[in-house]
C-alpha cells in the first residue's frame, strides 16, 4: 500500500536497526505481541506523550507501553524518586518498608485486596492467583474466555489470537493452544468460555462445577480490543463461582486503570482474588496478586466516523479505548475477530506517517505526561 511504502521511506535507520537485532534476538525483540510489520520502529527516547524513533521522528504515543504509563514517559517526580532510591540500593533480600507503603495503598484502594504479594510480572500475578486457587480448592481445571489474554504461562496460554474460524462454535469454543510448546494435557484442564454470552457461559461452567478451581477473567477483554464486560456476565460469573466453591479471579492487569480501586469497584463487583501488573510498577517490572466510568467520549471519533461515512465504534472505559471498524454488534471475541485485518493495519501505518503511535490492532490509552513541547 502507499502507507507502508511511505512508511519505509521515513524509517530506514529503524529498518537498519532490526536487520541488525535479528541477528541476536528471534524476531529482532524480546517480545512478539507489538510486531509491526514490516518492521518496527526503533525507539531512541520518549517524554511525557511523546516517543522519538531512531530516525528522529516525534510521534505521540496512544500506547503507553501497553496503557503502563499513566503519567507518561519519564514524568519528574517518578524520575526523582528512582533516582533517590538507586543511590540507596535496589534489591536487598528482605522486606522493606517501601514495599509496605504500596501494599497498604492497593489494600486501601481495591475492594477484594486484604492482602497482597508482589511479583515481577503480570504472567506470574495470574500464575499464583491460579495456583492459590487450586491449593484453596483441592480442584485443577480453570475456566477462561475466549481472547481473554493473562500472560504467557501454560494455561492461560489457551483461545486468545487464535482463529475462531478453527475454534468451534460461537457459543461454545474449544480449547485452542495460542502457542506451540504447551505441556501434554494442559488443553484438558481449561474450559473456554464465550465473553458476555452469559446464559451459554453459565451452561459450559455448570458442566464442570466440580472440578473447576477458578474463573479467570479481564473485566474488560484487553489486548484483542478494550471491549468491556457486561454487568450482567460478571454478576453471573460471581453468583456461579460462590454457589459452587470456585474462586473468581479478575485479572485487572490493564483494567484497573478505570477507576481507584479498578474495574471492580466501577461494576460493584468483588472477586475473591485480582491480578495486577503494568500500571502499578509505572514502567517498572512489577505485578501483584491478591484477595478479595463511564465510556470516554474518545475524541468525538464516532462523529469523524460518521462524517466520512466509515463504519467505526470505540469500545472500551475510562482512559483506555479500542477502535473498530466495524458497525455490527461487538459482543465477545468473536465480533472483534472479525475486523478487516488489512485495513486496521493501513489506518495503523498511516497514523504511524503522521506521527500517531497505536498498537497494530488499534487499542490503545490516553496518559496525561506533557509533551516534549509541553503538548
Ligand atoms: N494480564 C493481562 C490482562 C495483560 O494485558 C497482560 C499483559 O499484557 C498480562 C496479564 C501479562 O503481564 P506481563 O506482560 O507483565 O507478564
Redo the contacts with the bound molecule.
Keep these: 500500500s502507499n502507507e507502508r511504502d511511505r512508511y519505509i521511506e521515513l524509517t530506514p535507520k529503524s529498518k537498519a536497526a532490526w536487520e541488525e537485532a535479528k541477528q541476536y534476538l528471534p524476531g529482532g525483540d524480546s517480545r512478539n505481541s507489538i510486531f509491526w510489520p514490516p518492521y518496527p520502529i526503533f525507539v531512541e527516547g520518549a517524554k511525557g506523550a511523546h516517543v522519538v524513533d531512531a530516525d528522529g521522528t516525534d510521534r505521540l504515543d496512544f500506547i503507553g507501553t ?1 496503557t503502563t504509563l499513566i503519567l507518561g514517559h519519564a514524568p519528574e517526580p517518578v524520575v526523582d524518586a528512582v533516582r533517590g532510591q538507586l543511590e540507596q540500593g535496589v534489591v536487598y533480600n528482605a522486606p522493606n518498608r517501601q514495599q509496605v507503603r504500596l501494599a497498604k495503598l492497593l489494600c486501601e484502594r481495591i475492594p477484594s485486596f486484604d492482602l497482597v504479594r508482589f511479583t515481577n ?6 500464575l499464583n492467583t491460579i495456583r492459590a486457587a487450586r491449593a484453596f480448592t483441592g480442584r485443577s481445571q480453570i475456566a477462561k474466555a475466549e481472547g481473554g ?4 504461562h501454560d494455561v492461560v496460554s489457551v483461545s486468545v489470537r487464535v482463529d475462531p474460524s478453527k475454534a468451534g462454535e460461537r457459543l461454545h469454543p474449544d480449547a485452542m493452544a495460542a502457542t506451540e510448546g504447551l505441556a501434554d494435557g494442559v488443553l484438558d484442564s481449561v474450559v473456554v468460555i464465550p465473553f458476555n454470552e452469559t446464559g451459554p457461559a453459565r451452561e459450559i461452567l455448570e458442566k464442570h462445577k466440580n472440578d473447576l478451581a477458578a474463573i479467570i477473567v ?1 473485566p474488560m477483554l ?2 484483542v480490543g478494550m471491549l468491556p464486560a457486561t454487568h450482567e456476565f460478571l454478576g453471573m460469573l460471581r453468583d456461579f463461582a460462590t454457589e459452587n466453591g470456585v474462586v473468581l479471579i479478575f ?1 485487572e ?2 483494567s484497573f486503570r478505570i477507576a481507584p480501586g479498578g474495574s471492580q469497584e466501577y461494576y460493584g463487583i468483588t472477586p475473591d482474588m485480582t ?1 495486577l ?2 500500571i502499578i510498577g509505572g514502567g517498572f517490572a512489577v ?1 501483584a496478586f491478591g484477595g478479595r466510568e463511564d465510556i470516554m467520549e474518545l475524541h468525538g471519533l464516532r462523529e469523524v466516523g460518521q462524517e466520512l461515512e466509515v463504519p467505526v465504534q470505540v469500545t472500551g472505559l475510562g482512559s483506555l479505548f479500542g477502535i473498530h471498524f466495524q458497525d455490527d454488534t461487538l459482543v465477545g471475541y468473536r465480533d472483534l475477530a472479525r475486523a478487516d485485518s488489512a485495513f486496521r493495519h493501513n489506518v495503523f501505518l498511516g497514523l504511524l506517517n503522521e506521527g500517531i503511535l497505536m498498537a497494530p490492532n488499534l487499542v490503545g490509552a490516553v496518559s496525561n505526561g506533557r509533551g516534549r513541547g509541553g503538548g
Design positions: 501497553m510480572s503480570g504472567t506470574e500475578a495470574t489474554y493473562h500472560g504467557s479481564e484487553g489486548s485479572d492487569v490493564i491480578s501488573g503494568k505485578g
